[in-house]
């Protein structure tokens, strides 16, 4: 069974960071692209980035590059985004979700339950 559960969500300040932690079990991790999505309220879901496991090729959303960054550690099954320069427009609930592709396309099989970021001006 395939399982995706984030952690490290908060409040943070703007311009401060916080770094976001997937950790993905029930399937051949480095056969897949996992990625980040986020959903502000009356919003709709947005994706925010992707990451081939394979080769570590990474896709930005235009909102989060240059302050997002995806990473995985292969050992630990693990995706994490570390955010900085955090602004109170990337205050949503983040998920992660696989299989990603570049596009970064909402159309993914897998999610997980999704952690809180607030940001406050």
């Known amino acids: 069974e395939v399982q995706l559960v984030e952690s490290g969500g908060g409040l943070v300040q703007a311009g401060g960071s916080l770094r976001l932690s997937c950790a993905a079990s029930?399937?051949?991790?480095?056969?897949?692209?996992i990625g980040w999505f986020r959903q502000a309220p009356g919003k709709e879901r947005e994706g925010v980035s992707c990451?081939?496991?394979?080769?570590?090729?990474?896709y930005y959303a235009d909102s989060v590059k240059g302050r997002f960054t995806t990473s995985s550690d292969n050992a630990k099954n693990t995706v994490y985004l570390q955010m900085n320069s955090l602004k109170p427009e990337d205050t949503a609930v983040y998920h992660c979700?696989?299989?990603?592709?570049?596009?970064?396309?909402?159309?993914?099989?897998?999610w997980g339950q999704g952690t809180q970021v607030t940001v406050s001006s």
């Open positions: 979700a696989l299989p990603c592709s570049p596009s970064l396309e909402d159309d993914e099989d897998y």
């Open positions: 990451i081939s496991i394979s080769d570590s090729t990474t």
């Open positions: 029930g399937f051949t991790f480095d056969d897949y692209a």
